[in-house]
């Protein structure tokens, strides 16, 4: 639906690199402005992935409500275009309200696609392809989305085969991922970037990592696994889910999956950055 000329709506973002207290932030200044949070991270949307994605407890929301928490079972597929519509129905109604719509996560992607009128390429599942790909390894999809979309395969997760398979998917289809940027913004947008220096982000999320640990994080994930969510399942969900898996496994030692988590993080706390580079003034 296109919006004539009307003035566009006003929220919030809050954005930046994993374990730099975004969500705190965004509690503190709901509660001085009147506003709502809606969370932004691709891993929340999920029931019971609670402590590995730092999901915020209902005690640290402070009565503040939150939205984008808990939508789907963790054995079902949820795409960005669908947390998109997710989004702007929310915001929608936050605004309808008389409230301000706070969006606040590290899932670029997500928030993109909220702040944006994005155009996302209508390709259907291919289920043949899939079944395919999903005997490959992670490096091996990349390298097969490198060879078919090298620009696409700088900016994606390199780590999520989710994430590769569909971009594979639709590379195949459309000869590449077709390119998401678009002059126009949604909303009026007020970002608010959150970043710390170097030595001090690794010291919060290795600290982080080990408070997540003491607070049954392993335990979580078994249970995820009894339910009925697949290792590999677990596995593509990345960073911590991905090495609590493979130790639950036996896979690797629990000092491997504490080094691996911690490094994987630090990793992704730097492409984080590069993505939201474009949101600093």
Not at 124 to 141: A, G, H, V
Not at 185 to 197: L, Q, T, V
Not at 223 to 250: K, T
Request: charged share 25%.
């Amino acid at each position: 639906m296109q919006r004539q000329s009307q003035k566009k709506e006003q929220i919030i973002v809050i954005c930046g690199p994993t374990a730099t207290g975004k969500s705190d932030h965004a509690v503190q200044l709901a509660k001085e402005i009147n506003g709502e949070v809606i969370s932004a991270d691709s891993r929340q949307v999920y029931r019971g992935m609670d402590i590995g994605s730092g999901k915020i407890t209902t005690d640290e929301m402070q009565g503040v409500p939150h939205y984008g928490l808990d939508i789907v079972d963790p054995t079902d597929d949820f795409s960005v275009a669908q947390y998109a519509e997710y989004a702007h129905n929310i915001i929608d109604d936050i605004i309808g309200r008389g409230k301000t719509p706070i969006l606040c996560g590290g899932t670029g992607f997500f928030i993109d696609a909220v702040i944006h009128d994005r155009q996302f390429p209508a390709v259907p599942p291919n289920e043949n392809l899939r079944k395919e790909l999903s005997t490959k390894t992670t490096e091996e999809l990349f390298l097969q989305l490198q060879s078919l979309d090298s620009e696409y395969a700088n900016i994606i997760d390199q780590h999520n085969p989710h994430r590769l398979i569909r971009a594979i998917e639709i590379a195949t289809e459309l000869g590449s991922v077709p390119p998401l940027e678009t002059p126009k913004s949604r909303y009026n947008a007020e970002i608010i970037h959150i970043d710390k220096p170097d030595p001090e982000l690794r010291e919060r999320i290795k600290k982080r990592l080990i408070t997540r640990l003491e607070q049954g994080m392993a335990a979580e994930a078994q249970h995820l696994y009894d339910s009925g969510v697949s290792w590999e399942r677990l596995e593509g969900f990345g960073l911590e889910y991905r090495y609590i898996a493979e130790f639950l496994q036996g896979k690797i030692t629990h000092e491997q999956m504490i080094e691996e988590i911690t490094n994987k993080s630090w990793q992704y706390a730097k492409r984080q950055r590069t993505w939201f580079k474009k949101y600093v003034h």
